[in-house]
């Protein structure tokens, strides 16, 4: 009997096609394993090679020998300050030992770690030595506790960091492709044109130009005084000699008031021998 090819029935089960002495075919219902090129296997090969490191399974990762210790410690809820370095000690070994027989370069700080944890073992196995002044003796765990504490504490805020919004990994930045077309070009200015567009800028300037008033402060008692100082030493003096034109109506009321605020006090006396004729200024007093 020799097999020749293999079929399926209605129901999709694979069958074995035999042919008999005479030549017949004979089908056998059986379930194949798997298809090697097309061709069902209804069992195992006997010379099926795997490698033993074909699939390995790691349960836990860790990142150093402090993170496997932490876990050891945190795992059975053991007080960090009070570590049973017993137990912990034989709980690392024991995964040292499995690291080793798979991967001896990664098993190298873990084995400087163990070499740590049976020394301290070791020192806590010892009589305390006594210190000078009555102290009591360091724990020798304490070092180890520090790093411990300072791992955990940098463990905790990497996963902290961890967890914000990163770019690349929860956002993307956000990109838009836009295809430049050809840069316009517009016609030539002429100079008239520029001109012409510089009048108009002008007449608007024009429109909108506010008008500006200034306040000028200026003393009537100042001026009283100027007009005092001009009419000393002089008999009489012509009354349009005492006003400056040139430094604007300002001036010139200021200094008329002064005039008139002397003439009330009987300062200065105002005189003109006839109508229409020439008005004198005086002083009313002799100065001392």
């Given at each position: 009997?020799?097999?020749?090819?293999?079929?399926?029935?209605?129901?999709?089960?694979?069958r074995?096609?035999t042919?008999?002495?005479?030549?017949?075919?004979?089908?056998?219902?059986?379930?194949a394993?798997?298809?090697?090129?097309?061709?069902?296997?209804?069992?195992?090969?006997?010379?099926?090679?795997?490698p033993?490191?074909?699939l390995e399974?790691?349960?836990?990762?860790f990142?150093?020998p402090?993170?496997?210790?932490?876990?050891?410690?945190r795992?059975q809820?053991?007080?960090?300050?009070?570590?049973?370095m017993?137990?912990?000690?034989k709980?690392?070994?024991?995964y040292v030992?499995?690291?080793?027989?798979r991967?001896?370069?990664?098993a190298?700080?873990?084995?400087?770690?163990?070499?740590?944890?049976?020394?301290?073992?070791?020192?806590?196995?010892?009589?305390?030595?006594k210190?000078?002044?009555?102290e009591?003796?360091?724990?020798?765990?304490?070092?180890?506790?520090?790093?411990?504490l300072?791992?955990?504490?940098m463990?905790m805020?990497?996963?902290?960091?961890a967890?914000?919004?990163?770019y690349?990994r929860?956002?993307?930045k956000?990109?838009?492709?836009?295809e430049?077309?050809?840069?316009?070009?517009?016609p030539?200015?002429h100079?008239v044109?520029?001109?012409e567009?510089?009048?108009?800028?002008?007449?608007?300037?024009?429109?909108?130009?506010?008008?500006?008033?200034t306040?000028?402060?200026?003393?009537?008692?100042e001026?009283?005084?100027?007009?005092l100082?001009?009419?000393?030493?002089?008999?009489?003096?012509?009354?349009?000699?005492?006003?400056e034109?040139?430094?604007g109506?300002?001036?010139?009321?200021v200094t008329?008031?002064?005039?008139?605020?002397?003439?009330k006090?009987?300062?200065?006396?105002i005189?003109?021998?006839?109508?229409?004729a020439?008005?004198y200024v005086?002083?009313?007093?002799?100065?001392?």
């Amino acid at each position: 009997m020799t097999t020749t090819a293999n079929e399926a029935d209605a129901d999709g089960l694979p069958r074995l096609s035999t042919l008999d002495a005479e030549g017949m075919p004979v089908v056998v219902d059986q379930v194949a394993l798997a298809r090697l090129y097309g061709e069902p296997l209804f069992a195992l090969p006997q010379d099926l090679y795997i490698p033993p490191d074909a699939l390995e399974v790691f349960l836990e990762a860790f990142e150093g020998p402090l993170d496997l210790l932490l876990y050891l410690i945190r795992k059975q809820n053991f007080n960090i300050l009070d570590i049973p370095m017993v137990g912990v000690t034989k709980q690392y070994l024991a995964y040292v030992d499995e690291i080793r027989s798979r991967n001896l370069e990664l098993a190298a700080e873990y084995l400087l770690m163990a070499a740590m944890l049976i020394e301290i073992k070791s020192r806590m196995l010892l009589p305390p030595k006594k210190q000078e002044g009555g102290e009591e003796p360091e724990d020798p765990r304490a070092e180890l506790v520090r790093r411990l504490l300072e791992y955990e504490q940098m463990k905790m805020a990497a996963m902290r960091l961890a967890n914000l919004p990163q770019y690349g990994r929860d956002f993307l930045k956000a990109q838009v492709y836009i295809e430049q077309s050809l840069q316009p070009r517009f016609p030539d200015v002429h100079v008239v044109e520029l001109q012409e567009a510089w009048r108009d800028i002008l007449k608007r300037a024009k429109l909108v130009q506010h008008h500006k008033i200034t306040r000028e402060e200026l003393s009537v008692r100042e001026y009283m005084s100027m007009v005092l100082k001009t009419l000393q030493g002089r008999r009489f003096v012509e009354f349009e000699e005492l006003f400056e034109p040139e430094k604007g109506s300002t001036v010139l009321v200021v200094t008329f008031i002064a005039l008139l605020e002397l003439a009330k006090e009987t300062l200065i006396e105002i005189t003109q021998a006839e109508a229409f004729a020439p008005i004198y200024v005086r002083l009313a007093y002799t100065p001392v």
